[in-house]
Nanobody
Framework: QVQLVEFGGGLVQAGHSLRLSCAAS????????LGWFRQAPGKEREFVAA???????YYADSVKGRFTISRDNAKNTMYLQMNSVKPEDTAVYYC?????????????????WGRGTQVTVSS
């Protein structure tokens, strides 16, 4: 079992930066693929970024060049650095882990999920 808890959400002005963290407990996630997803009101949960256990990163087109996903296996923590945020980035952000699998953009392939953290970007 892996428990995931997100930190770092809040209210931020457009153009500014925010860093989300996701702390894992229960087992090491060094061999897990990791992902960030988000869900805006009235919309489906969508892929934001993913990171394979080997370090390959993947991004949604809407965040490419602005967001960076990373991990610190020693701290069992993953991050999402959000730069140049836009009002359309407003959503609840979820971290996810997939054990012994490749990084993927699809929600159903992840085994564990955090409860989410709200990010609101004001214009």
């Amino acid at each position: 079992q892996v428990q995931l808890v997100e930190f770092g959400g809040g209210l931020v002005q457009a153009g500014h930066s925010l860093r989300l963290s996701c702390a894992a407990s229960g087992r090491t996630f060094s061999n897990c693929a990791l992902g960030w997803f988000r869900q805006a009101p009235g919309k489906e949960r969508e892929f934001v970024a993913a990171l394979s256990w080997s370090g390959d990163a993947y991004y949604a087109d809407s965040v490419k060049g602005r967001f960076t996903i990373s991990r610190d296996n020693a701290k069992n923590t993953m991050y999402l650095q959000m730069n140049s945020v836009k009002p359309e980035d407003t959503a609840v952000y979820y971290c996810a882990a997939r054990v012994l699998g490749l990084a993927t953009t699809t929600t159903y392939e992840y085994d564990y999920w955090g409860r989410g953290t709200q990010v609101t970007v004001s214009s």
